[in-house]
């Protein structure tokens, strides 16, 4: 390699360790463009008409428990030594270590022997492990339908949350959710990435003033309800920031899905259908998070006006906790989320122009925007009565 162009490489790797997560997202993009700059049409053609196998093989690592024997051993190790642990043949083994190696899921220190790097660690974690399955087992075979499904409607627009690719690839009559409670591994792998996904984010209430919310409340006022909380993480997150304020924290989901919910002494479960009244009345914020985006704008606008009837206190707010797009330029992280969103629930991803109309057709306003993490642009509305 001409040496200059190693300097360069060698400078750009080095400038990497020592920026912040802002400077290391905006490095991490500029590079992506500038490779497909680079590309040749059929460097793009290899890239791009073979990505499923990407998914694929590493699939295939993570049933085969390839990634946990790499991970847990302090040395490179042979084919031979990994058929040994996972039970697979040399020859597949082999082959995808092979191609893993080449998509950089694992390293490659010399001839048909293998060791672990930091993807190949991530990819041992049950929560992102789960992801891998989720997207091949759930949206691949969405996927594969929605062409010739779009063709057949002539590209219309897809709003029917009953008829969706979803519902033509598993051959379903309801809505995802119903599928989900029939189907107890696709739900636990879908339970399981949502946790460290989100985890591994900026945490929205490092940015959202929470705490200044809690000032002046009455003794017998609610503080915090999470409206299709699920489990209860983001109220556990709330309590355990105020853990000496009296206050009710409740976390609000269907019964069956409280049933998984996390038991904290500071924190209570409520058994409610966003779609029907909302039942605590006066508190002082009502928080959605990752809500809207499952539903089309006409339901959207009947969860937050269901909310906003309950908005009893003067101080009371809105939280809307979820993607704010751009109007141009969205980053692949948030596009592709869209466009699972309209491929499975017939929803979508918001741009501030859509949101706006949503907030506004529930008798709300946007008070301010607090956008917390990059790429994805997770931002909390914060909305109030018009």
Sequence with gaps: MDTSLQ???NGVQATSHS?????????FNALQRLSWSIESPFDAMQRI???????????????????????????????EDLQQKTGASYDIVDRYCRHLAGIGALSEPGEHCWQANELTKTLTIPGWASLISH?????GPICQVAPAWLKERNYAPIDNALDTPFHKAFDFQGLL???????????????????????????CFDTYPIKQKAEGLRADQAFFVDIG?????????VRELLPQLPNKIVNEDLEQTLAIGIQHPGIEHLAQDFFQPQAIEGARVYYLRNVLHDWSDELSTKILSNTREAMADPESVILIDEIVLPESKVAWQASQVD???????????????????VIANAGLKIKKIYTYTLSFNDSIIECVPA
């Design 229 to 237: 909380g699920n489990a209860g993480h983001q109220a556990v997150a």
């Design 7 to 9: 300097s360069l490489i």
């Design 135 to 139: 997207n091949h087992d759930l949206v």
């Design 177 to 203: 959710f119903t599928w989900f409670q029939q189907q107890p591994v696709p739900m636990s792998n879908f339970m399981q990435f949502m946790m460290i996904q989100r985890g591994s984010q900026p945490k």
């Design 339 to 357: 466009l699972e969103m309209m491929l499975c629930l017939a929803a979508k991803e918001r741009s501030i122009e859509q949101w706006k109309k």
């Design 19 to 27: 920026l912040d997560e802002a400077g290391r997202k905006t490095l």
């Design 49 to 79: 008409a073979y990505s499923q196998l990407t998914l694929h093989s590493i699939k295939v690592g993570v049933d085969m428990k390839l990634f946990e024997a790499l991970a847990s051993s302090d040395k490179p190790l042979t084919t």
